[in-house]
């Protein structure tokens, strides 16, 4: 099978090329213009022959035969897409057009990583995919939020007119090895800071949730997904949810104990909870995450200790229990 993933030299895309290329006759396809992904975490397939890095970016059309596309591409971290909010809108509106138009063209099955941002500042917890969500269509945000709410929009449009078989994964916070450390993003933000014994900046009280998932846990979803038969949209995440200054104390903890906080305003439209509601995954896809928040953060540190290098895993026995999480 040949498999098309966009914004493969990503985070998320780069371990899921890694995935799809244990698969005996699998081969790959990676699309990057390189805005937020790295050489670096695809380094380690070049050569290969089932591996192909094509520098493009997906604003722009291209003809390549796919069995499956996974389309990925998109800056993730806020500061990232926030940069330059046109060029992001461009990117799942037209990027998301150009990458259906290909599917049909091929008669590829179509995977959209989509997000949790499409429910906003959500008020109803946990958030299920019957929610329509309570998103800003004016706001900062909204390049991103707006822009995966049309790229939905095209992928039940494409396959309503054209009949594409497609699947929606809405993907929350997702953290591991490979992310990049300036990303600006919350884990690698406190990772870095106490690493360089520097304050942790926690963005308003703190009191805000989210819920992080293990990477190799989303990435067994995201496979999970394409696999199965189940075209609505459906939540991966890890349901544990926790504030920010929980968050913070655990990362100081492990790393830098005593460590001083720097307490910044709340950027605007930052949602104050997120959790996921992943009965629909359990059902149509039996999965569940597997790894625990301390497991995961001390994958992500020894990658960050190794220099963002991949790692190994390991078990810590130095983590306390999370504090303050929001019901
Ligand atoms: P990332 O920024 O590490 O990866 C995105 C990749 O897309 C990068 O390699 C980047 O260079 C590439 N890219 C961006 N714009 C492009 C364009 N116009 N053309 C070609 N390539 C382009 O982010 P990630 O965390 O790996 O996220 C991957 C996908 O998952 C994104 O679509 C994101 O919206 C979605 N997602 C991620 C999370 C998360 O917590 N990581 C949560 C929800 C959704
Ligand atoms: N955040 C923070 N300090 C940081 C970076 C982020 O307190 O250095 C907060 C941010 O305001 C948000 C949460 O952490 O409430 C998650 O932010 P991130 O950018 O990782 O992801 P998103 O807001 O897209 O969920």
């Known amino acids: 099978m040949r498999h098309l993933v966009t914004g493969g030299a990503g985070f998320i895309g780069s371990h899921l090329i890694d995935t799809l290329l244990k698969t005996e006759g699998n081969s790959v396809v990676c699309l990057d213009n390189f805005q937020t992904g790295h050489q670096r975490n695809i380094a380690h397939l070049i050569g290969d022959p089932r591996f192909e890095l094509i520098r493009h970016d997906v604003r722009d059309p291209i003809v390549i035969d796919a069995d499956q596309i996974w389309h990925l591409a998109c800056p993730a971290s806020p500061p990232q897409y926030q940069?330059?909010?046109?060029?992001?809108?461009?990117?799942?509106?037209?990027?998301?057009?150009n990458m259906l138009g290909l599917a049909r063209r091929c008669g590829a099955r179509f995977l959209l990583a989509s997000t949790s941002e499409i429910y906003g500042d959500p008020l109803v917890t946990p958030?299920?995919?019957?929610?329509?969500?309570?998103?800003?269509?004016?706001?900062?945000?909204?390049?991103?939020?707006?822009?995966?709410?049309?790229?939905?929009?095209?992928?039940?449009?494409?396959?309503?007119?054209?009949?594409?078989?497609?699947?929606?994964?809405?993907?929350?916070?997702?953290y591991g090895p490979r992310m990049a450390a300036d990303d600006g993003r919350v884990v690698t933000n406190f990772m870095r800071q106490a690493l360089a014994h520097e304050p942790l900046t926690i963005y308003g009280d703190g009191a805000q949730t989210r819920s992080f998932c293990f990477v190799d846990d989303l990435v067994a979803g995201l496979t999970a997904l394409m696999q199965s038969s189940c075209e609505q949209p459906v939540n991966l995440g890890n349901p544990m949810e926790l504030s920010v200054a929980a968050l913070a104390a655990l990362i100081r903890d492990r790393l830098c104990p005593g460590l001083q906080l720097d307490r910044r305003p709340l950027p605007l439209d930052d949602p104050r909870q997120r959790r996921p509601d992943i009965s629909r995954a359990g059902k149509e896809l039996g999965w569940r995450p597997q790894v625990s928040l301390e497991e995961g953060l001390e994958r992500t540190i020894a990658a960050f200790e190794m220099g963002s290098a991949e790692a190994t895993g390991t078990s810590s026995s130095s983590w306390r229990s999370p504090v303050g999480p929001r019901s």
Request: charged share 20%.
């Open 83 to 97: 940069k330059n909010p046109i060029a992001t809108i461009k990117t799942n509106v037209l990027g998301t057009l």
């Open 127 to 174: 958030q299920s995919e019957s929610y329509l969500g309570n998103v800003s269509c004016t706001g900062p945000r909204a390049c991103y939020d707006e822009g995966k709410r049309i790229a939905e929009t095209l992928v039940y449009d494409y396959r309503r007119v054209h009949g594409l078989a497609v699947r929606v994964a809405r993907i929350f916070n997702t």
